[in-house]
């Protein structure tokens, strides 16, 4: 069955650290976007892609970067870990714009 | 701005009753609406999605209507039971997906 995964499931880093995350679909979907999410301020995007070489910044880009080199892989770089990064972070997946999304189930980063 | 909001914040019922969660966004420029559960510690689990030009989608004892001239949508959980507490959380998008901040459903025996 097509799915989509992320790894690690649980992450403690150092501040100033670079850190990766991955994210993997076997859905064969064009679009791929990462989120975070926190109390009080819910899901919010940090990075999308429409595809092969695509990457677009969201709401809440600033000490994120992403790279798409392959249609199933869009990993998230934190350059230099800084404590407001300790989040909950989700991969999802689209075919294209207009269809529904599937998540992964979630990598939880802590910044020490 | 394009916004999402979802009232309540949280929400109690005893088993049986029907559950009826709004959601309401800013602009009803939206390509689809889409519905998810989400369990404590767990990722999101899509339960319903909605194109712009449906006015609703049933799958079991759930039910989502859209009505993109008041900027509305409901969810409809019928004879709720214990296994229905969860968070859920309502998307629409205008490319990208746009979360309210849930409605957290405790479901009591």
């Known amino acids: 069955d097509a799915e989509i995964t992320q790894s690690p499931r649980h992450k403690i880093t150092e501040t100033g650290r670079q850190v990766t995350l991955a994210c993997h679909q076997t859905w064969n979907h064009n679009n791929m976007f990462w989120y975070r999410q926190d109390l009080g301020h819910g899901l919010r995007l940090i990075h999308y892609?429409?595809?092969?070489?695509?990457?677009n910044k969201g709401e809440v880009s600033d000490g994120y970067s992403v790279s798409r080199s392959n249609t199933e892989d869009l990993p998230l770089t934190l350059e230099s870990a800084a404590s407001s990064q300790t989040s909950v972070y989700f991969c999802?997946?689209?075919?294209?714009?207009?269809?529904?999304?599937?998540f992964g189930s979630g990598t939880r980063l802590t910044v020490v | 701005k394009q916004e999402v909001t979802q009232i309540p914040a949280a929400l109690s019922v005893p088993e049986g009753e029907n559950l009826v969660l709004n959601c309401s966004f800013t602009d009803s420029a939206i390509y689809n609406l889409q519905w998810f559960r989400q369990d404590p510690g767990k990722g999101l689990t899509s339960l319903l999605l909605i194109q712009s030009s449906q006015r609703e989608q049933t799958s079991g004892r759930l039910n989502a209507s859209l009505d993109k001239s008041s900027g509305r949508s409901t969810l409809y959980i019928a004879a709720s039971q214990p296994g229905d507490s969860a968070t859920y959380l309502c998307a629409a998008s205008w490319g990208k997906l746009q979360f309210g901040a849930g409605t957290q459903v405790v479901v009591t025996p």
């Open positions: 999802a997946s689209s075919p294209t714009v207009g269809y529904g999304y599937t």
């Open positions: 892609s429409y595809g092969v070489q695509d990457t």
